[in-house]
């Protein structure tokens, strides 16, 4: 089982930023597409952003426009979320994931990370 690993939680002032790492464990994760979602108590788990490792393709969530920015490092098989302007309601566990396709259903992504928790304080 490929497991993600996530990194980069933790507790926010609303306002703030924060930046989430995740890293894939091996180099044939350049061909899958990169997602991150979250799931707040008591709701499904969200689609929040994702980027093809090879090209600049790009899609977010439209709460979060503007304000997160998904990135990747190629050579270090990492992929990034940038969060600012946090707001309270962005509070929830925050998941990396890849599929072969660019998709906002999370059934479409085979492989997870554990999460990793964000907190947002207004």
Do not use: H
Request: aromatic share 12%.
């Amino acid at each position: 089982q490929v497991q993600l690993s996530e990194s980069g939680g933790g507790l926010a002032q609303a306002g703030g930023s924060l930046m989430l790492s995740c890293v894939a464990p091996e180099t044939s994760f350049s061909t899958y597409i990169m997602g991150w979602f979250r799931q707040a108590p008591g709701k499904e788990r969200e689609f929040v952003a994702a980027r093809a490792w090879s090209s600049v393709e790009t899609a977010y969530q439209e709460s979060v426009k503007g304000r997160f920015t998904i990135s990747r490092d190629n050579a270090k098989n990492t992929v990034y979320l940038q969060m600012n302007r946090l707001k309270a309601e962005d509070t929830a566990v925050y998941y990396c994931a890849a599929g072969p396709n660019l998709s906002r259903d999370p059934l479409r992504y085979p492989y997870w990370g554990q999460g990793t928790q964000v907190t947002v304080s207004s």
